[in-house]
Structures are given as structure tokens and as C-alpha cells.
């Protein structure tokens, strides 16, 4: 049988020490830095919306409850209105009946459940509709359509940043009903979100653009220069050096034990994070497919009734 070098012998072999590492090393140590402190931050952020996503989820559970409730008074009150009315007790009878039947068809509509199923049925008709037109498109169109959506992001925010600030610096001078235009600045600068599905929809046209293609070809060719290639082997022995540097630093202070319990017991069961982050990971799981053109491909599939290679298990997010 023959033996193969160990790409990291062969690289290490190749990517000896030169003049050129006293440039390329202070480089890779600020990269990883900055690598880390960036995925710190992300860390932070996914910890926040970990516990702001139940809440979310609470705000649009509450008015909900809230409906259900008022229902279930006014159902109440209707029905012992009956005893006050000239009508037989079989009439009252069936009255009640019919009333409690409706409000229970409509208790079912309004629950959370079916908000959020009417919520996905919604954004998959808005999505399937994107995708079925993006498909269609040239590359040329396909370009300038997300081209125009990456340039709507900076231009919707800075016009409701603009919008917003006009009306505060001009709330004394100017007639009141103008700082209703507040919801519409806001408007303005949540409208980014439409232009999402534009992305996932247009890019399978796009990148047969012979630009796209030529900026493929040059990410290419710089990923093959040697300095480059020497770079990344010298970030990866800089990240293996720190992890190995991070754990000989623990077990020299005595630390290991503390850091092992604040990341089982301390994280995981006082504060439930864990479980926060993967309802949390379920629930874009549940999202993500959904930006995907095989998704929206295997649904008409299944519709015409062809078969499809594309998982139809995945068709139906999970619960």
C-alpha cells in the first residue's frame, strides 16, 4: 500500500521559516486576535438573543391570551343572557351550543400555534413567488436586482435616520400631526427585510454572470499564491499554539476545574442556556431552509406530483 506525506510534514516543509515571517507573523497574531474578539462578540449576542427571543415570543403569546380571554368572557355573558330571553329551553340549548362550537373554531384560529403556522404559510407564498420570478431572470437582471438590494440597505436606514431626525429638531415649529410620520420613517428603515428573500433567489441566476465568474477565477488565483498559502498555515499554527497555550495557562493556575464547572454546571443548568440555544438554533433551522431555491424546487416537485432527489422530510420543518 502506498504512503501518503502528511499534508502538514509537506507543508511544514514547504513553509519554512524566512525573512518575509517578520511581516506575515505580527499580521497573523492581529488576525486571530481580532478572529477571536469577533467571535466573543457573537458569543455575547447569541447569549442575548437567547433570552430576548422568549421574550419576543412572550410579547406575541400575550395579546393572543388576551383575545382568548376577553372571548371566553363575552362567550360567558351571552350565553346567560339566554335565561332572560322568551325562548324554550331547547332553543337556549342549542343557542349555547352553536355559540360555543363558533368560538371554539375561532379560539383554535387565534392561537399561537396558528399564528405562527399563518406566519410560515406566508412568508413561503412571498418566497416561492420571489424565487419562481428570480428564476426566470438573466444574469445581467439577476445582478443589478441584488445590486439594487444591497445598495437599499444603506439608503433605507440613512433616509429614516434623516426622517427621524427632521421631525425632533423641528418638533416645536412644525404642526403636530407631522411627527406622525414617525411610524412611516420606521417603515422606511424596516422595509430592508423585504428585499432578504432577493438574495437567496437571485444569486443562482447571478453568478453565471461572466463578472461573477471572472471575480470567482480571481479569488481563485490569489487563494494559489504562495504568500497567501503561507499566510493561512501560519494562522493555523498561530490558533493550534493559542488553544495550546490557553489550556497550559489553566492547568498552571489551578483554573481547569473552575472553567470545566462554569461551563457545565454554572452555564448549562443555573442559567439554562443550553436549551435556550438550541430552541433557539431550532427555531432558524425552521427559518433557514426556507432561503434555500432546492426548497421551493422540491415543492413544485412534490406539487406536479415528480419525483425529487431533494429530502422530503426537509420539506416540512420540524416542531
Known sequence: MTDYPNPAWTDEGRFRGSLDDVIIIPLVCVALVANKILHFIISILMRLLDYAFPFA?????FPLFAAKLLGNVVVALISSTFRFL?????????WRMRIRRNWSWLRRRISYRAFEQAVHDAFESSMAWVFRKCRHLTPNTALLVILGAVLWLPISLAAATVMHAVLIANVASWPAWTQLLHPVATIIAKSKLLVVPVYPAAWPQAKKHPFVQLVFRICRAIQRVHAIRKISFR???????????????????????AVLWLRKAHVTEHFGVEKRTRKLRSFFSRWSIKFSAEY????ERQASGVPSSYDNSKLRPPR
Open 57 to 61: 415570543v412572550r410579547i406575541v403569546w
Open 235 to 257: 494562522y493555523r499554527q498561530a490558533e493550534v499554539a493559542s488553544i495550546a497555550a490557553v489550556e497550559r495557562l489553566e492547568r498552571t493556575a489551578g483554573l481547569a476545574s
Open 296 to 299: 421551493y424546487e422540491a415543492k
Open 86 to 94: 322568551p325562548l324554550s329551553e331547547a332553543k337556549r340549548r342549542q
